[in-house]
């Protein structure tokens, strides 16, 4: 069964910082892309960083461009993503998943459905 689990949300004020972690596993068929998506309340979720995770090549929603970086981590066993997440804004507050997927062009992509597997999600609150 796949495992994708996040961790790091929290509670911060304007213009702090967070560092979320995503570690996945047992994935079924091969997956090339590890992103993060976020959702707010009554909003759709969105796309946010995606990283190809052969190349490394990267991807950002425009919105946070700047001030996100998504990395990963190829020493370890499993597949390990971070989201650094800079000058945080209010507009910034969702629930975060991470997610896996497989692009054919081995580019990242920020389409949803590039994506098979997610994690549960975890909270980030930026209050002022």
């Known amino acids: 069964q796949v495992e994708l689990v996040e961790s790091g949300g929290g509670s911060v004020q304007t213009g702090g910082s967070l560092r979320l972690s995503c570690t996945g596993s047992?994935?079924?068929?091969?997956?090339?892309?590890m992103g993060w998506f976020r959702q707010a309340p009554g909003k759709e979720r969105e796309a946010v960083a995606v990283?190809?995770?052969?190349?490394?090549?990267?991807?950002?929603v425009d919105s946070v461009k700047g001030r996100f970086t998504i990395s990963q981590d190829n020493t370890k066993a499993v597949n390990t993503v971070y989201l650094q997440m800079n000058s945080l804004k209010a507009e910034d507050t969702a629930m975060y998943y991470c997610?896996?997927?497989?692009?054919?062009?081995?580019?990242?992509?920020?389409?949803?459905?590039?994506?098979?597997?997610w994690g549960q999600g975890t909270q980030v609150t930026v209050s002022s």
């Open positions: 997610a896996a997927g497989f692009s054919t062009l081995y580019r990242a992509s920020l389409r949803e459905e590039d994506f098979g597997y």
């Open positions: 990283i190809e995770t052969t190349g490394g090549n990267t991807v950002y």
């Open positions: 047992r994935f079924p068929y091969r997956i090339n892309l």
